[in-house]
């Protein structure tokens, strides 16, 4: 049978055995009428007053949104709070825009008006958080996990500051939004690199829906409630890119009554593991690299056999990306086991080594096939993956190394649906 799955700018379509399950996500419809749904949001939140009454003309805002690697609707989501905060008389010239990056790298200029909108871009101040410039990154001593905190500068500078964002299932945070929208986006790369450490990488409460007891979630809103925070704007989407809820006002509230949204839209129970799972990274902009695309990785390997094969389908048209610390550190690499044994090495500590370490345990299991048009054979195997170029030639080298017809699932959507065996 053929099946549309999300991959790169375009959905791509993929020949599959007719015995094949597709699991998918319920299919919430968008809004009717986002625009009315965000004001109504922002006009009566969750536990706080409306976000008109917390500012005055003359106070300094700071909108913080996410970067280009994730699916917000930016374009969409700003204009809106940006209208409601000039129709209390605030001046274009006292909101600025700060793109939390974490540790990724900064867009173009183009990459910011195709997020933003043009009109954004050209008149309001938009800068661009740097996890390590140190003059603009202010030193909050020491958490109560014991890690270091910078945050920045600018950010804490303002008088009111409001978090966006879009919750998704996240698979070693828990969920997206929320307290994510400070760590890891505006911190410094030290408390990314502490956050994200082997021993909460290895926590078995760190994956996917897991916020309490969580310890990597658990840091994030100790960090993000310590900078005070004013006001969160979070939303939730379909497939389509369609808005189908939003959740605003008070962080903490606002971000659980948004993740319980999710969890019951997104969490689909499977009566038991199979020995090929078909994944993507949900299209662009989730796809754009190989980097991003662990988190689609890692939603299949929930319900694939010891022994099985993970066959995920990423355009990467950003490439790995290329001389990022992620390629570093995997074309340094003989295996997955030789990787894992560099980053449990006591007192190592290397950017995106979170992402690979994640990457080396599903390749401990099983075997992961990468498809993508971004990507050379070369680039694929040095980066320990095994190329494809043909998925139903793949499908029949497969069913003769396992001497049977295998069991196949697909997740079409990537790690938008998140699939879970069911006790």
Partial sequence: MQIEIKYGRDDISINIPDRSIIIRSNDVPGLPNEEAA?????????????????????KKVCIVHTDITRATPNDRLLPVIIRELEEKGVSSKDVFLLNGLGTHRPQTQEELESMLGIDLVKRYRCLQHNAWDEKNLVDLGVNSFGNPVRLNRSFLGADIKILTGFIEPHFFAGFSGGPKAVLPAIAGYESVWTNHSSENINHPASTWAMTNGNPIWEEMLDVALNSQPDFLVNVTMNAEGNITAVFAGNMI??????????????????????????????????????????????AASRIVKPGGSIISLVACEDGIPNHSSYQRLLYGARSPQDLLRQIQTPGFKEPDQWQVQIQAIIQQEVDVYVYSDGLSDEDIQCSLFIPCRDIGALIDRLTIRFGREPSIAVLPEGPQTIPFLQA
């Fill in 253 to 298: 509230e606002a971000h659980a009554m948004g993740c319980q949204f999710v969890k019951r839209n997104s969490m689909v129970p499977v009566q038991g593991l199979f020995d090929i799972v078909i994944t993507t990274n949900g299209g662009y902009p989730l796809d754009q690299n190989l980097y991003q695309s662990i988190k689609g990785m890692s």
């Fill in 38 to 58: 965000m004001l109504d949001a922002l006009r009566n939140p969750i536990s706080s007053r409306p976000l008109a009454e917390l500012v005055d003309p003359g």
